[in-house]
């Protein structure tokens, strides 16, 4: 597999012995670019750590509206609430690439945390960042300009997916301008006008599916509202 599951932070500070039973105790997983690991609303009986690719997470509105939640990349789990006896995913997962993930039954998840502490310590943190991530959010979909959230979608996608070439840091997998519009309470006219504005100042890099930052320094500065 594609991931170092030692570097991975659900199993940070586990032993080898203790590391290679929790991995021994999944099952493989794989998908197809557009095919799902789980759909919202259906029963929530697996738990997944991403091993290859990359999986999108959305939730679709009452009125019928999907909203992109975050982007998974390896290493990262999804489809948590599978472990923690929530019976269905209140999201749907995604893949926007080839994807091969590790999964846990609900049940296998639940007696793994129960008997080993530092995996259950690593849980409860991962748990805590993605509610901060949430709330991080909604603060600024509710008092941000629409600029300074693009603005933070692209560096967070940065930090969690880039990769450094020539020219800048590649947010490495398939982004559309609508995914990112999706991301962040807004419109497509929107970004595309916000991206090719960022162009002109050679902040940014567009291209159909591909964003490279060129300048972070600039992005952060708008990001901030220095």
Do not use: C
Not at 34 to 54: I, N, W
Not at 121 to 140: H, P, S
């Amino acid at each position: 597999m594609g991931v170092d599951f030692s570097a991975v932070p659900l199993f940070k500070g586990l032993a080898g012995a203790e590391l290679d039973g929790v991995v021994s105790a999944a099952h493989r997983v794989a998908r197809d670019a557009g095919g799902h690991f789980f759909e919202q609303g259906a029963p929530a009986d697996d738990f997944y750590v991403l091993a290859e690719g990359r999986v999108k997470m959305t939730q679709i509105t009452p009125d019928g509206h999907q909203v992109v939640l975050r982007l998974v990349a390896p290493g990262s789990p999804f489809g948590g609430v599978a472990a923690f006896g929530h019976p269905v995913y209140p999201v749907g997962a995604e893949a926007i690439e080839p994807s091969l993930a590790l999964g846990w039954d609900g049940r296998t998840m639940a007696r793994l945390l129960e008997g080993n502490a530092r995996l259950a310590m690593n849980a409860l943190q991962f748990v805590a960042t993605q509610l901060r991530d949430v709330q991080d959010r909604y603060r600024e979909l509710v008092t941000e300009k629409v600029e300074r959230r693009v603005a933070r979608a692209l560096l967070r996608l940065a930090r969690d997916t880039g990769r450094k070439i020539d020219t800048g840091v590649l947010i490495d997998l398939p982004l559309t301008r609508e995914d990112l519009a999706e991301m962040t309470g807004t419109t497509i006219y929107t970004v595309s006008r916000l991206i090719a504005s960022w162009e002109e100042k050679g902040l940014v890099e567009g291209g159909r599916q591909r964003i490279v930052i060129r300048k972070p320094h600039g992005l952060v500065v708008i990001a901030d509202d220095l």
